[in-house]
T-cell receptor
Framework: GEDVEQSLFLSVREGDSSVINCTYTDSSSTYLYWYKQEPGAGLQLLTYIFSNMDMKQDQRLTVLLNKKDKHLSLRIADTQTGDSAIYFCAERVGSARQLTFGSGTQLTVLP | NAGVTQTPKFRVLKTGQSMTLLCAQDMNHEYMYWYRQDPGMGLRLIHYSVGEGTTAKGEVPDGYNVSRLKKQNFLLGLESAAPSQTSVYFC?????????????FGQGTRLTVV
């Protein structure tokens, strides 16, 4: 079955870059997503990457995809305190576009 | 735009009680989903629907039932609540068209079963 893994915690200093890593197992995934969850809130889509791409950049966000190793990463440049949240990677699987989520990485930005 | 709205936002149930969680979306999406979120486990799919009148099981369907009588609504029922169903429940919806179809999430329902 599908399985998506992430490390649970990451702490960085304000202004530094954050890199959140994710591994997935379903090689048939067409889209991979990064969602952000702030305390007490729902999930907000940050960015996504199509499986035939290696990299996608969107302002401060850079997504890297290594299909051979089934590894996905999210880099946040110039991390700010407002970036403190839980970040989920997810792969789209199935004909109904179901998402399989990782456990989430709690990013803490220190002043 | 309301997007995806979940009702209620919080609820405390006693073991054995029943309840229904309501999800409503105003984006005319074909697909709707119910997920549960537990600490350290991410979100897991409970049930989903690809259209009005259709439902299917996800990864963790036991103890739940769903109905999609109207395209804009997706109901999640707990017939006899158990403490193991204490969780945060999220509803989501998306289009069925090809290409990237973003899933939009509600704000969640925090359910505690005592």
């Amino acid at each position: 079955g599908e399985d998506v893994e992430q490390s649970l915690f990451l702490s960085v200093r304000e202004g530094d870059s954050s890199v959140i890593n994710c591994t997935y197992t379903d090689s048939s995934s067409t889209y991979l997503y990064w969602y952000k969850q702030e305390p007490g809130a729902g999930l907000q889509l940050l960015t996504y990457i199509f499986s035939n791409m290696d990299m996608k950049q969107d302002q401060r966000l850079t997504v890297l995809l290594n299909k051979k190793d089934k590894h996905l990463s999210l880099r946040i440049a110039d991390t700010q305190t407002g970036d403190s949240a839980i970040y989920f990677c997810a792969e789209r699987v199935g004909s109904a576009r179901q998402l399989t989520f990782g456990s989430g990485t709690q990013l803490t930005v220190l002043p | 735009n309301a997007g995806v709205t979940q009702t209620p936002k919080f609820r405390v149930l006693k073991t054995g009680q029943s309840m229904t969680l309501l999800c409503a979306q105003d984006m005319n999406h074909e697909y709707m989903y119910w997920y549960r979120q537990d600490p350290g486990m991410g979100l897991r799919l409970i049930h989903y629907s690809v259209g009005e009148g259709t439902t299917a099981k996800g990864e963790v369907p036991d103890g739940y039932n769903v109905s999609r009588l109207k395209k804009q609504n997706f109901l999640l029922g707990l017939e006899s609540a158990a403490p193991s169903q204490t969780s945060v429940y999220f509803c989501a919806s998306s289009y069925s068209r090809s290409g990237n179809t973003e899933a939009f999430f509600g704000q969640g329902t925090r359910l505690t079963v005592v």
